[in-house]
């Protein structure tokens, strides 16, 4: 039997190829859920879809995370579907939309309402219209997708990393106002990750002859990779973390475990 038989899970940004979303969706589903795969890519929720183990349930849907009544109607089908929501995995994000990280004098508003909407609103609306389906049966798991952004400077751009602090405290607040319905609201924070949204970082070290720097000023001195992710965000959606809420667990090979300035690792 796996951890998740019997249970129904909705999995946001799983349209994303070798990312995160993609990589909680299949792990959901060998370990027995249904799942239901929500993204803006419809060529990538194919992919995810086609990649499912034989005979999952599942439901493949464009949403755009950050439109309520999408986000509305995309909770109104699953339960007309399956019944019952068990599992939230709020992984939809976007990074900074310009180039670089300029410092807060030369940022836009347009790139802030942008990010702020996917990542922080978005991871909201869902919250909004999943948790009172979990409420009523006084049983349900939410994990959201913050980062190491979120926690320190350094990991990510102004409005990317605010978007995520939001997450962070979100969850907190969230978790208090759903735990007396046995309600579980958690979140991860990604260190640096290998995804679709990373590419570009990525690319540019081994364009440059710096893939070695790459995770160097981690304690594992290593990235990670979106299956180690996954199987955080499993861990909180279980009943293994069902005396856990509230929390946002840092999955970063240490990075945030201890003073991570430039020239202090080697």
């Known amino acids: 039997m796996g ?23 299949l792990r959901l ?15 990538g929720l194919v992919e995810t879809e086609n990649q499912l183990p034989e005979g999952t349930d599942c439901l493949r849907r464009l949403v755009d995370v950050a439109d309520e009544a999408q986000v509305a109607a995309l909770v109104n089908e699953t339960m007309a579907t399956f019944g019952q929501i068990d599992v939230l995995c709020n992984i939809a994000g976007i990074a900074s939309t310009g180039k670089g990280h300029p410092p807060v004098t030369g940022n836009d508003r347009a790139e802030w309402d942008q990010v702020l909407s996917v990542n ?32 320190r400077s350094g990991a990510g751009g102004n409005a990317y990393s605010a978007s995520k602090a939001g997450v962070i405290n979100l969850t907190m607040t969230a978790a208090c106002d759903l735990g007396s319905d046995n309600v579980r609201v958690n979140a991860v924070c990604p260190g640096l990750v290998e995804t679709g949204m990373t590419r570009a970082v990525f690319d540019y070290a081994r364009a440059n002859e710096k893939a070695h720097k790459l995770g160097a000023r981690c304690e594992l001195r290593r990235y990670g990779n979106p ?3 996954a199987a ?10 069902s005396y856990i809420t509230g929390q ?8 945030t475990a201890s003073l991570n300035l430039p020239g202090m690792k080697v």
């Open 3 to 25: 951890r998740f038989d019997q249970r129904v899970a909705i999995v946001t940004g799983a349209g994303s190829g070798s990312g995160i979303g993609r990589a909680t969706a």
């Open 29 to 43: 589903a060998r370990e027995g859920a249904s799942v239901i795969l929500a993204d803006t890519s419809d060529a």
């Open 120 to 151: 922080l609103v978005g991871t909201m609306l869902l919250i909004k219209h999943v948790a009172p389906h979990m409420q009523a049966r006084k049983l349900g798991a939410i994990v959201n997708t913050a980062s190491v952004a979120g926690i």
């Open 227 to 229: 299956e180690e992710i």
């Open 232 to 241: 955080a965000i499993l861990f909180l959606a279980s009943d293994d973390a």
């Open 248 to 255: 946002s667990l840092p999955v970063d090979g240490g990075n």
